[in-house]
């Protein structure tokens, strides 16, 4: 299960994500990943909040594991006390936070990179050191990451969140607002044509209580064996 881009502060009101958590929950997934922005940062009232609603956390019971998000870095994507709060609260709520590592569980191999706009975007090592003969999946909140040269010939899947599907999206039309440079990187599966598959999630939470076309999601893909 992938549940991406909370957005939990004062622009809307957050229990609906405690809501929608625990109809999450109520799918019983062996594993659950978050792929960044649990909060809409303003100030400290955040933590708080968050708190609330990590409270009520959808767990994997195999594993879970998350990446932070541009969001998670506070004021300017800049401020390292406020991502290092947030991943502690994550950490404390079960929640393991890779910052460019990777993990293995029950035969899967978790790959998490730091934000590509916030402070501690540092791929390569990782990227370098990972064992094709695994069954790797890369988090990475920004699908503006796989056009960079940093994938030493990965194959697989890339779970990425940050574009909320633009939120409002004209029908036929591409989404007029969209935070990345590759416009193609929109919502949804999109392979990327070297063994890579990219799945942008469209968000459960947004940054104002505006969508149109686009629906808000919880993920749930389906292993299978090679
Ligand atoms: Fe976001």
Redesign the pocket.
Known sequence: MQI??I?VGNRFDYQYIINSFKKAQKFDPDFVVYT??YV?YEDETQFDQLDAVLKHPVTGSLGTFSVL???DYGKSWSEQKVADRIAKQLEDAGVKVLSNEQTEAEGLNFIGLDDYWGLNFDPEVVMKQHDKSKANIVLC?NPDVCDLDIWNNYTGWILS????GGQCKPPFLNPPLL?VKNKKYTQGTIDLEDGRTLYINR?V?H?WQVRFNVRPEITIFELQKA
């Not at 969140?161 to 909320?164: D, F, R, S, V």
């Open positions: 991406s881009d957005h960044g922005d809409s998000g541009n969001h909140h969140g940050h574009t909320h935070p968000a939470g940054l």
